[in-house]
T-cell receptor, first 112, second 110 residues
Framework: NAGVMQNPRHLVRRRGQEARLRCSPM?????VYWYRQLPEEGLKFMVY????????ESGMPKERFSAEFPKEGPSILRIQQVVRGDSAAYFC??????????FGPGTRLLVL | EDQVTQSPEALRLQEGESSSLNCSYT??????LFWYRQDPGKGPEFLFT???AGEEKEKERLKATLTKKESFLHITAPKPEDSATYLC???????????FGKGTMLLVSP
C-alpha cells in the first residue's frame, strides 16, 4: 500500500510567482491535512479537507493561500505571489477518518 | 489554546544508555496524544497513539506512557539508528487537527 505522496519534493520560486504543491493521500483515505514547518519551529496546522470540502482552514493565511481536494485527483495547496517568508517545508497528511494521520515526505519550498 | 512543550530540546546518549523524553500538554479535552519520529529531510513517521491516562504502548526499544498532564517516551538501550527528532502532538476532542511540540532531537553515539 503506497504511502502519502507529495510532489514536487523541492520547489524553487522567485518572489511574486505562484507555487502549487500536490498531495495524493493513501489509498482509502478521504481526509487530507496540510501542515507547514518553518526552521526551528514545530509543525503548524494549515488546512483540513475532505473530498470537495474545506472542513477547517483556521491555520491558513487569509491572503495568497488556497487549498482544494477535488473529487478526482490530488489535493493542491496553492500559494500566490510568494514571498521569502513562505520558504518552508510543507507536509501533507491523510487519514481514513478522524484518527491517526500519516504524513508524506514533504515539499521543500525555497523563495528567492 | 492547546499547547505542547517537549523537553529536552536535544539529547545525546551513548549506545545502550536508556533515557526518557517528556511531552507536557494543555488541551481543553484530550482526544488523543501522538508520537512521531522524523528523520532529516523526511516526513514524520507515526509511532504511537495514546488515548487515556495510564495507557502504555511499546514498539521495539520504545515505550510511550500517558498521564493527565504529560507523556513520556522511554528509550531502552538505544542504538545509533534511533537517532532522529521525536515529535509529540495532541488532538482535542471535537477536532481532527494536531497541535505539535517543537520536538526533541535525539543523537545516539556508538
Amino acid at each position: 500500500n503506497a504511502g502519502v505522496m507529495q510532489n514536487p519534493r523541492h520547489l524553487v520560486r522567485r518572489r511574486g510567482q505562484e507555487a502549487r504543491l500536490r498531495c495524493s493521500p493513501m489509498k482509502g483515505h478521504s481526509h487530507v491535512y496540510w501542515y507547514r514547518q518553518l526552521p526551528e519551529e514545530g509543525l503548524k496546522f494549515m488546512v483540513y479537507l475532505q473530498k470537495e470540502n474545506i472542513i477547517d482552514e483556521s491555520g491558513m493565511p487569509k491572503e495568497r493561500f488556497s487549498a482544494e481536494f477535488p473529487k478526482e485527483g490530488p489535493s493542491i495547496l496553492r500559494i500566490q505571489q510568494v514571498v521569502r517568508g513562505d520558504s518552508a517545508a510543507y507536509f501533507c497528511a491523510s487519514s481514513p477518518g478522524e484518527e491517526t494521520q500519516y504524513f508524506g515526505p514533504g515539499t521543500r519550498l525555497l523563495v528567492l | 489554546e492547546d499547547q505542547v512543550t517537549q523537553s529536552p530540546e536535544a539529547l545525546r546518549l551513548q549506545e545502550g544508555e536508556s533515557s526518557s523524553l517528556n511531552c507536557s500538554y494543555t488541551v481543553s479535552g484530550l482526544r488523543g496524544l501522538f508520537w512521531y519520529r522524523q528523520d532529516p529531510g523526511k516526513g514524520p513517521e507515526f509511532l504511537f497513539t495514546l488515548y487515556s491516562a495510564g495507557e502504555e504502548k511499546e514498539k521495539e526499544r520504545l515505550k510511550a506512557t500517558l498521564t493527565k498532564k504529560e507523556s513520556f517516551l522511554h528509550i531502552t538501550a538505544p542504538k545509533p539508528e534511533d537517532s532522529a527528532t521525536y515529535l509529540c502532538a495532541v488532538q482535542a476532542k471535537g477536532y481532527s487537527t494536531l497541535t505539535f511540540g517543537k520536538g526533541t532531537m535525539l543523537l545516539v553515539s556508538p
